[in-house]
């Protein structure tokens, strides 16, 4: 079965960087997009991007230009999410999310556990 | 970015057995129906209900239906079972950057 397992909580002070994993199985990793998904306590849900696992190409939300970096290790089927310059507004759950379609863009159909970032001094 | 607006904007009051309709509204036209929903219960990840606007995802009940085009979208639950009580979200994939809805909690009465 398809599952996606994400890494454990993190506690992190504000400026630094923090890099979550994503490990996938029960699918061929290189053929379906992988999103990841922000929700701040209170806050809607908030796609920050996807990577194509097959080629690494990655797109990213404006909203975290320049912070976020998606990459993932084919060999590991693994994806994995690094934010930089955390600020206490970063404190949320983090998910990682399959896409229904394969290598496009569409609902997101399989999601990991969450993981959960708290940013404090 | 294609903001979308959920209604009631906040908690849908309801019974066991009862109907719900939870609207969806877009800033701008959503292209080709990329629209989907999802139901989130605390401490869990969304759990994807609809896509393409009205189609199923794989296990979903057919007590869940979607609807609508353009900027107008609603997700029906045509009879309320215990295990629906939970939050939904609207979210369109027709234009990057992807967007969700605010969410409608719908609770029991």
């Known amino acids: 079965q398809v599952q996606l397992v994400q890494s454990g909580a993190e506690v992190k002070k504000p400026g630094a960087s923090v890099r979550i994993s994503c490990k996938t199985s029960?699918?061929?990793?290189?053929?379906?997009?992988v999103h990841w998904v922000r929700q701040a306590p209170g806050q809607r849900l908030e796609w920050m991007g996807w990577?194509?696992?097959?080629?690494?190409?990655?797109k990213y939300s404006q909203n975290f230009q320049g912070r976020v970096t998606i990459t993932r290790d084919t060999s590991a089927t693994t994806a994995y999410m690094e934010l930089s310059s955390l600020r206490s507004e970063d404190t949320a759950v983090f998910y990682c999310?399959?896409?229904?379609?394969?290598?496009?863009?569409?609902?997101?159909?399989?999601w990991g556990q969450g993981t959960r970032v708290t940013v404090s001094s | 970015e294609i903001v979308l607006t959920q209604s009631p904007g906040s908690i849908l009051s309801l019974s066991p057995g009862e109907r719900a309709t939870l609207s969806c509204r877009a800033s701008?036209?959503?292209?080709?129906?990329?629209l989907a929903w999802y139901q989130q219960k605390p401490g869990q990840a969304p759990r994807l209900l609809i896509y393409?606007?009205?189609s199923r995802a794989t296990g979903i009940p057919d007590r869940f239906s979607g609807s609508g085009s353009g900027t107008d979208f609603t997700l029906t639950i045509s009879r309320l079972e215990p295990e629906d009580f939970a939050v939904y979200y609207c979210?369109?994939?027709?234009?990057?950057?992807?967007?969700f809805g605010g969410g409608t909690k719908v609770e029991i009465k």
């Open positions: 393409g606007v009205s």
């Open positions: 990577i194509n696992p097959d080629n690494g190409d990655t």
């Open positions: 029960g699918y061929t990793f290189t053929k379906y997009t």
């Open positions: 701008q036209s959503i292209s080709s129906n990329y």
């Open positions: 999310a399959r896409d229904l379609t394969g290598r496009t863009v569409s609902a997101f159909d399989y």
């Open positions: 979210q369109q994939y027709g234009r990057s950057p992807l967007t």
